[in-house]
């Protein structure tokens, strides 16, 4: 059984719009993170939180938003979504050992 | 600074024999070192994991690592591959002591197992 919930699966846009992504656990962990993978390509991190009220950017800069105002829930947001904005996102929580459990992920794609 | 270097993003091997995919780290401290696999349009599953302890780690589907710090590497090996290891493989480090809740991961290499 899945304890990391993606959704949507996929999701397929018009240029402009607003979307959230959701992620949502019930592991009870405070460590949550979303990465943006694009085919065949490695993992970049572009945001994570340690817990309640605490986002910071990663790695790879991205135009996204996140929010923590729940533990179980980590949802990222695009106010105005490009062809650029076009990958997987891939969400996960932090365990103990610095080992991270992900999600099935998104697909998102903006025409 | 940490990184990862995987080396050959494609990996080739007929059914049943040996699987060798290569990870060299770079750390300044004590690593923390991880396998991920990815199967097509899915999440990242954890392999195998090193903190400290026994240098030759076990994990889940019959793959093993093993941590070597003189050559830096961790490299993942399976004696028998099967169809189903068809995915793709990440390596990625840690810095320990949970310091940095950080993961940094190689770029991927992909397994294809010919019948």
């Known amino acids: 059984e899945a304890d990391i919930y993606q959704t949507p699966r996929y999701l397929v846009i018009g240029t402009g719009k607003k979307i959230t992504l959701e992620c949502s656990q019930t592991?009870?962990?405070?460590?949550m993170y979303w990465y943006q993978q694009d085919p065949g390509m490695e993992l970049h991190l572009i945001h994570y939180?340690?817990?309640?009220?605490?986002?910071e950017k990663g790695d790879l800069s991205s135009e996204s938003t996140v929010s923590r105002i729940r533990t179980e829930h980590f949802p990222l947001t695009l106010e105005s979504a490009r062809p650029s904005h076009t990958s997987q996102y891939l969400c996960?929580?932090?365990?103990?050992?610095?080992?991270?459990?992900f999600g099935a992920g998104t697909r998102l794609s903006v025409l | 600074a940490q990184s990862v270097t995987q080396l050959g993003s494609h990996v080739s091997v007929s059914e049943g024999a040996l699987v060798l995919l290569r990870c060299n780290y770079s750390?300044?401290?004590?690593?923390?070192l991880f396998w991920y696999v990815q199967y097509p349009n899915q999440g990242l599953q954890l392999l195998l994991k090193?903190?400290?302890?026994?240098?030759l780690v076990k994990g889940i589907n019959g793959f093993e690592a093993e941590f070597k710090k003189s050559e830096t590497s961790f490299h993942l090996t399976k004696p028998s591959a099967h169809m189903s290891d068809a995915a793709e493989y990440f390596c990625?480090?840690?810095?320990?002591?949970?310091?940095?809740?950080?993961?940094?991961f190689g770029k991927g290499t992909l397994l294809t197992v010919n019948p």
């Open positions: 592991m009870g962990h405070d460590k």
């Open positions: 996960a929580v932090g365990g103990g050992g610095d080992i991270q459990y």
């Open positions: 990625a480090v840690s810095l320990s002591g949970g310091s940095n809740y950080k993961l940094t």
């Open positions: 939180s340690y817990g309640v009220n605490s986002t």
């Open positions: 750390s300044s401290v004590p690593p923390y």
């Open positions: 090193y903190t400290t302890g026994a240098t």
